[in-house]
């Protein structure tokens, strides 16, 4: 192999304070290996936020990281945004050797989701009509965040992915209202 084959995984988590990112890159033994960066633009904003990090990284970001906090960093953590983040992991020469992802974010979201999960009142038995119908409900909205998560990530729609994902919300703020 005469080439770097850079590839990153951000795995969906529950901790509404981090983003995890996995270099999970194959390295070339003959090409040389300097200069490791990784670009994140965080949703909302124009510019990226640029972290030195090491070939074969595990990365966990936090506020303090993507410059969404400047105080109290190390002792307490903001909750990152959901939304589209921009992730482009490079080695030298850093305009030729890269990778770029679009990333959804959706931890807000499923922390919702399961809260309203954990509020159904179900056994292990058939369900009454009334639950079943807020199952039901909770299936689809599920699968509108998936559906969301693919058109950014696979389907490389951004704009399509964030109107499923503000969708899911909606359907799961109104599943949760309380006075409605």
Do not use: W
């Amino acid at each position: 192999m005469a080439n770097h084959a850079l590839s990153l995984e951000v795995p969906t988590v529950m901790n509404p304070t981090v983003l995890n990112i996995i270099d999970i890159s194959v390295y070339s033994d003959i090409v040389p290996l300097t200069c490791a960066t990784l670009n994140i633009t965080v949703p909302g904003f124009a510019y990226s936020n640029q972290i030195d990090v090491i070939p074969g990284f595990i990365k966990t970001l936090v506020g303090c990281d993507l410059q969404l906090q400047t105080t109290n960093c190390g002792t307490q953590n903001v909750d990152l945004p959901d939304g589209v983040y921009i992730i482009k992991y490079s080695v030298s020469p850093n305009d030729i050797v890269y990778v770029e992802y679009n990333h959804l974010r959706i931890t807000k979201a499923l922390i919702k989701y399961n809260e309203i999960l954990c509020n159904v009142d179900i056994a292990a038995c058939d369900p009454p009509a009334r639950i079943k119908q807020k199952l039901q409900e909770l299936r689809l909205i599920r699968m509108y965040l998936d559906a969301a998560k693919a058109k950014v990530e696979y389907c490389l729609e951004p704009d399509k992915g964030m109107t499923l994902y503000n969708y899911a919300l909606k359907l799961l703020n109104k599943l949760d209202c309380k006075n409605c």
